[in-house]
């Protein structure tokens, strides 16, 4: 094990060992032990991994994302097609009345006492 590939590990996977290449965990391990700068890294980077295991950066970025979601969505339009027909709501009974009555199996209308 090498400075530069324990920094390249550490960088990568984090300071937690379970996270490391399997392959090399035990290189790391026993480099840690034998080199104080290695062990300063990883207690960085155990803060870091700290703060980003807290989530810190999710709780400032949510409300920023929900307001440009909130904004986003403000603009979109709502697709409703128009009815080529402009008929009042009588007009549009009576039609479906009427194509009740034609589809109807016996032929006969509502109150048709035939």
């Known amino acids: ?3 530069l590939r324990f920094t390249q590990i550490v960088d990568a996977y ?4 379970e996270r490391w290449p399997v392959a090399e965990r035990a290189a790391m391990q ?3 032990s034998t080199h104080a700068k290695a062990q300063q890294h990883i207690n960085n980077q155990a803060r870091l991994d700290a703060q980003l295991d807290a989530d810190l950066i999710t709780d400032l ?17 709502i697709y409703r097609p128009s009815c ?7 007009k549009v ?6 194509l009740g009555c034609c589809h109807h ?10």
Not at 14 to 17: D, K, Q, T, V, Y
Not at 93 to 98: D, E, Q, Y
Not at 105 to 114: A, K, L, S, V, W
């Open 30 to 32: 026993q480099y840690i």
């Open 1 to 3: 094990m090498n400075d």
């Open 84 to 90: 080529p027909f402009k008929l009042g709501k009588k």
């Open 14 to 17: 984090g300071s937690r060992p």
């Open 105 to 114: 199996p016996t032929g006969r209308c509502f109150g048709d006492q035939r």
């Open 61 to 77: 970025v949510a409300p920023i994302l929900q307001h440009q979601i909130a904004l986003e969505a403000a603009s979109w339009r």
């Open 93 to 98: 009974w009576l039609i479906a009345c009427l």
